[in-house]
Every structure is written in C-alpha cells, then in structure tokens.
C-alpha cells in the first residue's frame, strides 16, 4: 500500500509490462503444448503453467508482495479449504472401487 | 466512502490509512469466499474428470481454443490495464485512471462479446445439452454421450459464473470511471480503485485456470 | 435487581464519561422510519434483525406445531402427506437458515461486538445494512414460496428428488437461500475484519471476550462453508431448470456429489449455529459466578479448532449413502475428534463455576440449561458417528433429538441467556426478573419432554420425516406433544415480558450486572457512537477475582 509511496514517483510501472510480457509468452507456451501429445499429463502441465500465471498475477498486479502480511491469512485460508473440499471428497470417489460389498 | 462528515474517513477508523488497509483486507477475505465458489464447481468437476476421462477429453477437444486462447490474452490485457490503472491512482494521475479504468472496460467487454461468439458456435456444432445437442455424434470407444454433457453442463457453469463475475466488474469499473471523472479519488483516497483492481485481477485468474482445465484436457489437432 | 458488588471497572485505564449524564442514546438519537431503514449503526440494525429474525422464528415454530399436532395421532389425522412434506420442510428452511444461522450473529454479534472490542461500529457499516436486506429478501421470498404452495424436499434438497422429481417452487426456495447466504456471507466478512482491525487500543488477541472469539470463528465457517452451499444450489438450480444436470445418474452423474458438496457447508453450518452459542456462555457463567474463566486459551482456540476440524467430518451424514465405505471411516473417525474441543469447553465451564459465588439470575438458568442440554446433544452424536450404531438409528427420530438438543436445547437456550444478558444494554430496560426465570424453567422442563421421548421412539425405529406411524409408538408421541406445548408456552413468555419490559420495566444502569465487559462501560443503552471516550484495555477481559479484591479492599479501608 503506502510503503513504497515515495518510490512510485518515479516508477513508470515497467514492471508491470515486464509481468505481462511473461503472462503472454506463458499463454502461448499452455496452448502450444496441447497440440503436442502427452499422454495423460495435459491437465498436470496446464496446471502447472496455470499456477506459475497466477502467482504473477497475485504477486505483482494484486501487489501480495508488497500488502500487509494479514491479508496473507484470506489467501491461505480459501486456498487451504479449497484443499479440504477437494481433498475429503476426493478420499470417496478414490476409494469407492476398492470394495464391493 | 467518503462520509458527509468533515473527516474523508468513516468516523470508526483512526485515519484514512488505517480504512484504506481494512477495505483491502476486506476484499481479500471476499475473495477467499470466491475460492470456495468457484472451488466447489471445481470439485465436481474434478470428480468426474478422474472417473470419466475419456469422455472428458473427447468434449473439450471440441470447444473453441482459438477463441479460448484469444480471449485469455484480452482478459490478461485488461489486468494490466487495471494494473496501471491501480499505479497510476496511486501517483493522483486522475487522466490516466480514467482511460485505463475506460480501457479495462472495454476489453472485458470484448471478453464477453467473444465468449457470446463461441457459445453461439458451441449451439450450431450442437454442443449445448438441452438446447441443442446430438447424441450420435459421440461414438468414438469409451465416450459416452451422458458424461460428455456432464462436461458440457461443468463447462457452461463454469464459464457462465465467470462471466457473471466479470459483468459485475465491468459495471463496478464504469462506475469508478465515472468516479475518477468527478474528482472522487486523488492520490491519498483511492481505496476502491485498489480494491476493485484486486477483483478484477481475480476474475483474470479464475479464467486462467479455466482455460487449462477446459480447453487443454486431451491432446489437440484442431484449434475448433 | 441486587447489586452484586460495588461497580468497579478494572477495564479501562482512564474513567470513561458514562453517557448517564447525557440522555441521547442510539434509540432516539433519530426518529422516523427512514432513520431505522438506512441506518449504519450496528446496534440499529441489530435491532432490525431482532425483529425479523423472530418473526421468522414464529412462523417455524407455527410449522412445528402443527407437525406435532399431526402426529398425536398414528394415523396423522390433521394434515395430509403432501402438506406434512412441505410443513417439515418449512420447518427446517427457517429455522436453520433464516433462524439458526443468523440469529447470534446478527442480533447479538451485531449489537456486542464493537462494543466489546471497544470500537464505534463495524468495519463496514453499509454492507452491515447491505446484509439486513439481504437478509430481508431471502426471508421474503421464502415465505412467499412457503405461502404460495411450500416445497416439499426438505430443508436438506436431496437430488435427484429436489432437481427431477418435486412438483413445487424448489428453483424460488434455492434462490431465497442462496441470498441469505450472501447476508451471512457479508456478516461474516465485516465480524473478521473488525476484530482483526478495530480493536480498543490494548485490546489483544488474548484480552478478547470469548464471545468475540466465538463469533470469529463463526466467521470463518460463514465465510468458507457458505459460498459452496450456494454454487451446489445453483447447481440443481441449473439442473432443474435445464433438465440436464451434474447430478443425474442417467447421464453417469452422482447424486452422492450433491450430499458431499451441500453437507460441506451444512456441517459446518452447525457449527455456525452452536459456536456463538457457546461463547454467551462464556460470558453468562464467569459473570454469574464472579470468576475468571477456567483456561481462557483453551476455551479461545477450542473455537478454532471446532471452526476447523468441523470441516472435517461432513461425510458423517451420508453412512448410509454409498460413499465408499474407507471414506466412511475417514470421517467417522475425525467426527469423534471434533468432540474434543466441545468437551474442552464444557469442562472449563463446569471447572469456572467450581467454588465461584454463582448466582442463578435468569441468563446463568439459561446458560446452565445449555451446558447440560448440549452435553446430551454431543454425546448421543459421538453415538451417531459410530458407523455400526449410525446404520441403525440413520433416519430415525433418534437423529432428530440429536440435533435438536444442540440446536434447541443448545443454541436457543444460548441465545435466550444472551438475550436477557444484554436486553438492559440493549434496550435500557431491566426484564422482570421473576418472569424471567419461571420462563427458563418451562423451557427447560418442556424441552427435555417434547426431545427425550423421541431418543427413545428413534431407537426404537420410528423413522423422521413421515407423517403416520406405527400405534406403538403413540404413548411416547404424545408425551413429546405434551412437552412441545409447554415448550411453546416457555417461549410465548419471553416474548410477552421482554416486549412489556420495553415500556414498563425498571431503567437499566449502565452496568447492571456488575460485568467486565467492555459493553458495561458506556450508558445502557450506549450513544451512537457506542463510547464517549475510546476506551483503553489493560486487562483480561474476566477480571472478576481482580474486582472483588478491590471491592474488598474498599470495604477494609471504610474500616
């Protein structure tokens, strides 16, 4: 926020084009691979390339690198139970097929 | 926010600092709620996607990616604009925000005009179960014409709550245009430009997330 | 009203201006209907939500009347099938979504928490009010939709029933829930940012009132639970509208999916309801027993940890399902972990008012009620969790004393014992004291005989949710009638003589109960802007051993 106020006079917010110009290299980069075949690691690798983009975006244009700590805590927390949802659910439909009564 | 008091800060925060800092923790924990709206979408999507891959591919295969992939780079743009939108409040550049704010706008309504283009496109190629859908086109081995809808509904939902979340945006962004014009923001109070920037820049990355998981499942030879 | 000690306020460092020199307070510092329909004062609108939270309160309790009327009778001779359907349904849809769920929150949280952690409103007041009319619209339309013709699928919209195979206004009934669900989204939302930003100077996390921990760890189930009952019901919304939807075995869907996704929040919604609950408590009993509470952080991070490990253990309401039967074992194990927590609070309760002077004015009966109801409500859980014991009573009534003993026994004792804790602060009127405690007891007496019949009549296999029975049953059924008709009686007296309080009980002083709390130190009712001086904090918030030892002291010096 006001941290690096002082800073920003002088910044032309270059940074910001820079994490653009790697946001779209990384678009063409997850596109391209689907036409190349990989088998069943389509959805990994696009997963991959998809968090990397989004941790730009969080990190420089939602400025996470420079607010305060707490708003750390709100992220943490919608991803963390994100993983609960996901994760839980998951523990019955992965299982399911292990026994047959 | 400004009240009609003397004080440009609601009369419970310590000074326009201290509810700046709050409104932006405030939109943070909004957008961890947003998680989880998106996330439970996302969890029925994922327990089909593990149970009926094939089918799954074999549906995405068919979805739009020229379009897709297009309007992943207009929705990046438009977060940068946002960005610099967000940069220069801070500096008090009132121009500035003002035509990034109006460009943020625009791009997000090239978004939904394109969005609009290939759910029109999906109806033709008799993709859109319900309306217009054609079971027999469904024959390759392990596909089934019912998980294939199931992709297509998953799709649909998803797709149409993220646009529902840009329109409000792109209204949200109007009117803080609107704002910026009337003098209401200057380089000390612009907390609802940095708090709508934080919306938007989500809105960016729930679509970045869509793409892979709906355009890229299988391996492609087409880009229709 | 017996003064208990010489009012002392170890609270702040400086002596706050009681506004008992100034006669404006927030109930006249404006008048007009519009001044009430657009206020951002947190304790107008918690007023708001007072009235409309009850009203909704009335009509699901109308709707378990007559439910219990229908079943004196094995035959169910007062309503048809169809219309006991959409009766229990009614029941259920208000009571937990538009009852339950808001009530503490939104009525006591609303009006205390600023006022406990010393700041002069909410951190967003507009969306505060923006909450009451979402409130206000989800409460519309569901009465609309339950006057109109009702739903029948239950408060709990099982697919494939809800999305297919129900002929009345379920797509209405999912919106008007999905749009209180925003309202508590937005409660939420403004209850974790105050507390973690508008706290009194010195106020830590660890001088915070229970209640206050409470209600954060509300929270953050409002906030991360809620959001997934609405995209589920947007789901079979989409479902039932399209006609082609996620959860259609026809299509390879799972209809198990939509018990996953909806018990993801429903679970915790429990929670929801009975942590705030829990945190009254923790204020009744220390005031009421002049001692600090028996391990503040134990009782602080069991709320937590209730918030958390209660996202737990969902699954544990579809044994019966067809989940697969690992995952069954997953869960019903973490289900008995979050009965630790619990215990943990009932113990440091049951460990405060050992050799405290307890006092059993009507808020400390209430709470006392509440300690032994809810302790029966979470053991026969731990009885439901366990898998063998769950497949035979899944579906009987023995799952319906359950949680009406946390719900009922539990959360709306807590919120009764809150209620008259606050009704001086809140109002500036003192309940009738008297009244108030024979109403406890009638509650009291009246709950457990319309609730523990049914343990019984569950056990023995009667099933919930059908509206004729076998004869045998008949006897036990009655008694819970009979028991459901003094709870009623128990109920229509708080709202008699809380009501006739507002014009013609004795005036409240600002601190009647000689509390602690940061809400005992400014004029009951406060001013609008709760405090005349920013209080400051140099104490825990329980310091009630502190007191009398001054208290004490005074006396000796008189000597």
């Known amino acids: ?101 | 926010m400004t009240n009609k008091t003397a004080s440009p800060w609601w009369h419970h925060f310590d000074s326009l600092e201290h509810q700046q800092e709050t409104t932006t923790f405030g939109m943070w924990v909004f957008l961890a709620t947003e998680v989880l709206i998106f996330g439970a979408i996302f969890t029925g999507y994922t327990v089909y996607r593990s149970t009926y891959t094939p089918s799954f591919e074999a549906a995405s295969d068919r979805l739009n990616l020229l379009i897709g992939a297009v309007n992943t780079v207009v929705l990046l743009t438009s977060s940068l604009t946002m960005a610099l939108a967000v940069h220069a409040a801070k500096l008090g550049q009132t121009r500035k925000v003002f035509f990034r704010l109006v460009l943020t706008a625009v791009l997000g309504l090239v978004f939904l005009g394109l969005k609009a283009l290939e759910y029109y496109g999906d109806y033709r190629d008799e993709l859109v179960p319900g309306l217009a859908f054609d079971p027999a086109q469904w024959t390759a081995p392990k596909v089934h014409a019912g998980q294939v809808q199931l992709f297509l509904v998953f799709y649909y939902c998803l797709t149409g709550l993220h646009a529902v979340h840009l329109t409000i945006g792109i209204i949200i962004v109007a009117i803080l245009a609107w704002m910026t014009r009337r003098a209401a923001f200057n380089s000390r109070y612009y907390a609802p430009v940095e708090i709508w920037g934080l919306y938007w820049h989500f809105v960016d990355l729930i679509w970045i997330f869509l793409l892979p998981l709906l355009y890229l499942i299988g391996t492609r030879d087409r880009w229709l | 009203m017996t003064t208990l000690t010489a009012p002392y306020r170890p609270q702040t460092s400086q002596e706050p201006a009681l506004a008992s020199s100034s006669e404006v307070n927030y109930l006249n510092a404006s008048y007009g209907v519009k001044s009430w329909l657009l206020t951002t004062d947190h304790k107008r609108i918690a007023l708001l939500y007072l009235m409309s939270v009850s009203l909704m309160f009335i009509i699901g309790g109308l709707a378990a009347t007559l439910i219990r009327l229908n079943l004196l009778t094995p035959s169910g001779s007062l309503v048809t099938a169809d219309t006991y359907n959409k009766l229990f349904s009614a029941h259920g849809i208000i009571m937990v979504f538009f009852f339950l769920v808001p009530v503490v929150p939104s009525v006591l949280g609303n009006f205390c928490l600023p006022l406990m952690i010393g700041a002069r409103d909410l951190a967003f007041p507009r969306l505060n009010l923006a909450s009451w009319y979402l409130y206000m619209t989800g409460a519309g339309l569901i009465l609309w939709v339950i006057f109109s013709g009702g739903v029948d699928t239950g408060w709990t919209f099982y697919t494939p029933f809800s999305s297919k195979a129900s002929h009345t206004d379920v797509v209405p009934a999912l919106i008007a829930i999905v749009i209180a669900g925003f309202s508590s989204i937005f409660t939420g939302l403004n209850f974790i940012v105050s507390v973690h930003r508008l706290r009194a100077p010195g106020m830590t996390w660890f001088r915070l009132p229970l209640f206050i921990w409470s209600l954060y760890a509300t929270s953050i189930i409002m906030l991360l639970a809620t959001p997934v009952l609405a995209a589920v019901l947007i789901l079979v919304g989409v479902e039932r509208i399209w006609g082609i939807g996620i959860f259609d075995p026809a299509l390879g869907g799972d209809p198990v999916l939509f018990q996953h996704l909806f018990w993801f929040y429903s679970h915790p919604a429990v929670y929801i309801m009975i942590l705030p609950g829990m945190g009254i408590i923790s204020e009744v009993i220390t005031c009421f027993s002049r001692k600090n509470i028996f391990g503040y952080k134990f009782v602080a991070f069991a709320s937590i940890c209730i918030a958390v490990v209660g996202f737990l253990v969902w699954a544990h309401h579809m044994f019966v399902a067809g989940q697969s039967a690992y995952s069954a074992l997953i869960f019903s194990l973490l289900s008995y972990l979050v009965a630790v927590p619990s215990a943990i609070k009932v113990f440091n309760w049951t460990a405060t008012l050992y050799k405290g002077s307890v006092t059993f004015h009507t808020p400390m009966l209430f709470a006392l009620g509440f300690i032994g109801l809810f302790t029966i409500g979470g053991l026969t859980g731990l009885m439901l969790a366990a898998l063998g014991l769950n497949v035979h009573v899944h579906d009987t009534y023995f799952v319906i004393a359950h949680f009406h003993f946390i719900m009922v026994g539990g959360m709306v004792m807590a919120y009764m014992a809150g209620l008259h804790y606050w009704w001086p602060k809140i109002t500036g009127r003192m309940y009738p004291e008297m009244w108030g405690r024979v109403a406890a007891l009638i509650i009291f007496v009246g709950f457990i005989l319309t609730f523990i019949p049914q343990f019984v009549l569950g056990y023995q296999g009667m099933v919930r949710r059908s509206h004729i029975y076998d004869p045998q049953f008949q006897v036990l059924n009655v008694l819970s009638t009979a028991g459901a008709s003094i709870l009623a009686v128990g109920y229509a007296l708080p709202l008699t003589y809380l009501i006739w309080s507002l014009w013609r009980g004795s005036k409240a002083e600002p601190n009647p109960w000689s509390a602690t709390g940061l809400e005992w130190q400014t004029a009951s009712p406060p001013p609008t802007h709760n405090f005349a001086v920013q209080p400051v904090v140099d104490c825990g918030p329980y310091e009630y051993s502190l007191q009398s030892a001054i208290a004490t002291e005074d006396i000796d010096e008189q000597h």
């Open chain 1, 1 to 101: 926020m006001s941290i690096d106020k002082a800073l920003d006079r002088k910044d032309s917010g270059s940074r910001y084009y820079a994490v653009y110009g790697v946001l779209i290299i990384l678009t063409i980069a997850t596109v391209g691979l689907s036409f190349c075949d990989l088998h069943a690691w389509h959805t990994i690798v696009g997963l991959a390339i998809a968090t990397g983009k989004g941790a730009l975006v969080a990190l420089f244009f939602m400025h996470r690198l420079h607010s305060a700590r707490i708003t750390w805590l709100a992220l943490f927390a919608g991803l963390f139970w994100l993983a609960i949802l996901l994760g839980l659910t998951l523990t019955d439909y992965l299982t399911r097929a292990w026994l047959i009564y």
